[in-house]
Protein backbone atom coordinates (compact mmCIF):
# COMPACT_ATOMS: atom_id res chain seq x y z
CA UNK A 1 0.00 0.00 0.00
CA UNK A 2 1.57 3.67 -0.83
CA UNK A 3 1.75 5.94 1.36
CA UNK A 4 -1.16 8.64 1.19
CA UNK A 5 0.39 12.23 1.73
CA UNK A 6 -1.32 14.76 2.73
CA UNK A 7 -0.88 18.97 2.94
CA UNK A 8 -0.14 19.40 6.65
CA UNK A 9 -0.57 22.62 7.19
CA UNK A 10 -2.01 25.63 4.66
CA UNK A 11 0.40 28.32 5.63
CA UNK A 12 3.72 26.09 4.64
CA UNK A 13 4.06 23.73 1.80
CA UNK A 14 4.41 20.61 4.05
CA UNK A 15 2.73 16.80 3.40
CA UNK A 16 2.64 14.33 5.98
CA UNK A 17 1.77 10.36 5.95
CA UNK A 18 2.58 7.44 8.44
CA UNK A 19 2.28 3.98 7.70
CA UNK A 20 3.47 0.92 9.41
CA UNK A 21 4.86 2.79 13.12
CA UNK A 22 6.67 5.53 11.37
CA UNK A 23 6.30 9.18 10.01
CA UNK A 24 7.48 10.69 6.65
CA UNK A 25 7.25 14.55 5.79
CA UNK A 26 7.55 16.20 3.14
CA UNK A 27 8.61 20.03 2.73
CA UNK A 28 9.30 22.32 -0.01
CA UNK A 29 11.89 25.00 1.07
CA UNK A 30 14.02 27.39 -1.35
CA UNK A 31 16.33 29.95 -0.71
CA UNK A 32 13.92 32.99 -0.22
CA UNK A 33 10.37 33.99 -0.02
CA UNK A 34 7.74 32.63 2.05
CA UNK A 35 7.71 29.35 3.69
CA UNK A 36 11.00 27.33 4.60
CA UNK A 37 14.64 28.11 3.82
CA UNK A 38 16.98 25.61 2.49
CA UNK A 39 18.68 24.20 -0.40
CA UNK A 40 15.80 24.38 -2.98
CA UNK A 41 14.02 21.71 -3.63
CA UNK A 42 11.62 18.69 -1.80
CA UNK A 43 13.02 17.33 1.35
CA UNK A 44 11.69 14.40 2.70
CA UNK A 45 12.74 12.73 6.71
CA UNK A 46 10.92 9.95 8.86
CA UNK A 47 11.21 8.86 12.47
CA UNK A 48 9.25 6.09 14.29
CA UNK A 49 5.92 7.43 15.34
CA UNK A 50 6.31 6.21 19.20
CA UNK A 51 9.70 7.15 19.92
CA UNK A 52 10.22 11.06 21.02
CA UNK A 53 13.50 11.13 18.64
CA UNK A 54 14.37 13.61 15.97
CA UNK A 55 13.24 13.23 12.43
CA UNK A 56 16.32 12.05 10.12
CA UNK A 57 16.31 13.07 6.69
CA UNK A 58 15.76 10.53 3.49
CA UNK A 59 19.04 10.14 1.44
CA UNK A 60 19.01 12.44 -1.86
CA UNK A 61 17.31 14.83 -0.40
CA UNK A 62 16.33 17.75 -1.43
CA UNK A 63 14.74 15.95 -4.56
CA UNK A 64 13.94 18.21 -7.67
CA UNK A 65 9.90 16.91 -7.90
CA UNK A 66 7.52 15.85 -5.18
CA UNK A 67 6.89 12.66 -7.00
CA UNK A 68 10.73 11.93 -6.34
CA UNK A 69 10.20 12.56 -3.06
CA UNK A 70 7.23 10.49 -2.18
CA UNK A 71 9.15 7.80 -4.55
CA UNK A 72 12.01 7.87 -1.87
CA UNK A 73 9.74 7.95 1.12
CA UNK A 74 8.13 4.92 -0.39
CA UNK A 75 11.42 3.08 -0.84
CA UNK A 76 12.40 3.93 2.75
CA UNK A 77 9.37 2.69 4.38
CA UNK A 78 10.04 -0.83 2.61
CA UNK A 79 13.42 -1.15 3.77
CA UNK A 80 12.32 -0.36 7.00
CA UNK A 81 9.99 -2.91 7.40
CA UNK A 82 11.14 -5.56 5.60
Not at 59 to 82: M, R
Request: glycine residues 8%; hydrophobic residues 40%; aromatic residues 10%.
Amino acid sequence: MALQFHRATSDLEIWSASDRGYSFVISHESRSGPGLHGQPGFVASWRPIDLNKPAIRVGGSPFDTFAEAETACEAFLKHLTE
